[in-house]
Structure formats: structure tokens, C-alpha cells
């Protein structure tokens, strides 16, 4: 592969997944390291090869690329009183605000369940109020009979 052709590889691999810059100073940096080692007795054969793929290469640029772009869009976590805290802390206010997330999800379920419990009776009630009232009109009338 000759070094036109690893830069042109480099470069569609590269091509809309990291910024024109990068693009540009990631070829710009590969072109002069080849002719640099080229320059100290190497073939540009030698170069690429020990270089490696260069959609390989890109994969590793595409994710240091993205991993610094995380670090700096990440905001700093601040406490209650608005100063930054460390990242392994967690201030007051988020505590708080775990504490009633928790309390409204426990008190959802039980409405739920209230609802859920509500529809079973429901469901039951007209087959199980005839039932009763058949059952107790023969009590009654088994209580008449005796007196």
C-alpha cells in the first residue's frame, strides 16, 4: 500500500465521525511521520506496515476523539450552595432528591395497588353478591322455619 493510498483509506475512515480538523491534522500527522521515516532509511512499505490498518488507526483516533470531546462537554457537579464538588461525592440536594423520587415511586405503587385491588373487587362483585344474597335469604328462611 503506498502512502497516498493508507491517507486516502485514513481519511474515509475518518470523513464524517470526527471534526474537519481532526481529519486534516490526523492526516497532515501521518503523512509527515511516513516521510519522516522514510527519511531515516525505511521504505514507506516498512512505514505502513508497522503503522497497521489504517481503519484500525481510525477507529482508535474516532474513539480518543470522542472520549476527549466527553471530558470536556461533562459539566462539574456543584453541592447545594452552588461550588463544585468532588466526582465521587454526592451533594446534599441530589440525596434529597434520590429520597423523594424513592417515596413517590413506593407511594405510586401503593395507588396501584389500591386501583389494581378496586378492579378485582369490581370484577368479582356481580358474581359474588347474588351468591350472598341467595346464601343469606336461605339462612333467613331456615331461621323462620324453627321459631
Keep these: 500500500m503506498s ?38 532509511g525505511k521504505t514507506e512499505a516498512e512505514v505502513i506496515a508497522e503503522l497497521g490498518n489504517p481503519r484500525l488507526l481510525a477507529k482508535s483516533i474516532i474513539d480518543a476523539e470522542n472520549a476527549t ?27 434529597k432528591i434520590r429520597i423523594w423520587l424513592i417515596l413517590a415511586a413506593v407511594f405510586l405503587f401503593v395507588i396501584l395497588l389500591i386501583i389494581l385491588l378496586a378492579q378485582v373487587v369490581a370484577f368479582l362483585l356481580p358474581v359474588l353478591l347474588p351468591v350472598a344474597i341467595i346464601f343469606f335469604l336461605f339462612i333467613a328462611m331456615g331461621m323462620n322455619k324453627r321459631f
Design 69 to 95: 470531546a466527553e471530558k470536556t462537554t461533562a459539566e462539574p457537579q456543584k453541592g447545594m450552595d452552588g461550588q463544585e464538588t468532588a466526582s465521587g461525592e454526592y451533594s446534599f440536594k441530589k440525596i
Design 3 to 40: 502512502r497516498e493510498e493508507f491517507l486516502t483509506e485514513l481519511r474515509k475512515a475518518l470523513q464524517g465521525r470526527v471534526s474537519q480538523q481532526a481529519v486534516n491534522d490526523n492526516l497532515r500527522y501521518y503523512e509527515e511521520y511516513i516521510l519522516t521515516e522514510s527519511h531515516k
